[in-house]
């Protein structure tokens, strides 16, 4: 199951760049189109459209589903952008979560 999520990560993201080559790229034609004076560029916006949906779309999948960091020890899954640090808990064999940034203890 990991590593799938990882294959996909990596697909989401080279769609997300090849969208926003294909945006810029349009982009730069759109605006060569009206330098010149040629204002019919209806079927680039639509392109320009369909590239920033597909850009948003990736974006917010990528960050509401997997950009998260899972503990090892717990699975617990955590947001935060820091490492995990695995700290046998008291007087209990199980782990838990200590999330560290900047070498401070935050949970």
């Known amino acids: ?10 697909v989401l993201t ?6 926003l080559l294909i ?9 060569i189109m009206i330098f ?3 204002y019919d560029f209806t079927a680039g916006a639509y392109i320009l ?9 990736g974006l917010l999948i990528k960050t509401l ?3 998260f960091k899972i503990c090892p020890g717990c699975n ?4 935060i952008k820091a490492d995990f640090a695995l700290v046998a808990a008291k007087n209990s064999h199980k782990f838990c979560i200590t999330l ?8």
């Open 49 to 57: 459209a369909v590239c920033f949906v597909i850009m948003l779309a």
């Open 14 to 19: 080279w769609i997300i760049l090849a969208a």
């Open 23 to 31: 945006f810029i790229i349009d982009w730069s034609v759109i605006g």
């Open 1 to 10: 199951m990991k590593g799938t999520l990882i294959i996909i990560k990596k």
């Open 100 to 107: 560290t940034l900047s070498g401070k203890k935050v949970v």
């Open 36 to 38: 010149n004076g040629n």
């Open 76 to 79: 617990k899954k955590s947001r």
């Open 65 to 67: 589903v997997y950009d």
